[in-house]
């Protein structure tokens, strides 16, 4: 079964650093791309960023350029986001999504891991 | 940006027929844009049902199907059931390396 396990989220104070990790299982976790997705409390979902299967290729959201970076470990099945510089407005449940085979796209989604920027 | 636009409500019967549209700011849809469509229901994450414009998933009902329409992206429900209530949301491959979503259609079933 696949599984998508996010951690790592809490409370943080605008300008402050998170980082968000997802450990993978049930499939072979280096040979999909990962995706994270956020989605802000009642607005819908906002891509964020994605990694391919070695990690050599990464892009991310305007809203977050300069800011996220995402980031695996293949040998431990994990996926990481690093948040810097966090402000009000990213405030969302963020979401780790693995990408499908062969075309851009996801298909199993995490559960989630809240993250609150406030003072 | 490219901003990625849904009807924002529908109403359909039970055992009726819908379709739901996803347009870019930037012109039409095609293929290249390798829509997805996702359905969201209350406090839940949201499901993945189409890839690639009308591939589905292992788990999609088979009630579900998407096409390209108009120069839109669409998903048909048909033969709408009580529990495909929820919000639909759409994911386009933009280029220049962005995926955006569209703002969701809530789907009443009525």
């Known amino acids: 079964e696949v599984q998508l396990v996010e951690s790592g989220g809490g409370l943080v104070q605008p300008g402050g650093s998170l980082r968000l990790s997802c450990a993978a299982s049930g499939f072979t976790f280096s040979g999909y791309w990962i995706h994270w997705v956020r989605q802000a409390p009642g607005k819908g979902p906002l891509w964020v960023s994605r990694l391919n299967e070695d990690g050599s290729y990464t892009s991310h959201a305007d809203s977050v350029k300069g800011r996220f970076t995402i980031s695996r470990d293949n040998a431990k099945n994990t996926l990481y986001l690093q948040m810097n510089s966090l402000r009000a407005e990213d405030t969302a449940v963020y979401y780790c999504v693995r990408g499908t085979v062969g075309a851009p796209g996801l298909d199993y989604w995490g559960q989630g891991t809240l993250v609150t920027v406030s003072s | 940006q490219t901003v990625v636009t849904q009807e924002p409500s529908l109403t359909v019967s039970p055992g009726g027929t819908v379709t739901l549209t996803c347009a870019s700011s930037?012109?039409?849809?095609?293929?290249?844009?390798?829509p997805n469509w996702f359905q969201q229901k209350p406090g839940q994450a949201p499901r993945a049902l189409i890839y690639s414009t009308s591939n589905k998933h292992s788990w999609t009902p088979a009630r579900f199907s998407g096409s390209l329409l108009g120069g839109k992206a669409a998903l048909t429900l048909s033969r709408v059931q009580p529990e495909d209530e929820a919000e639909y949301y759409c994911?386009?491959?933009?280029?220049?390396?962005?995926?955006?979503f569209g703002g969701g259609t809530k789907l009443t079933v009525l």
């Open positions: 930037t012109g039409a849809v095609t293929s290249d844009y390798y």
């Open positions: 994911l386009l491959d933009c280029g220049g390396g962005q995926l955006v």
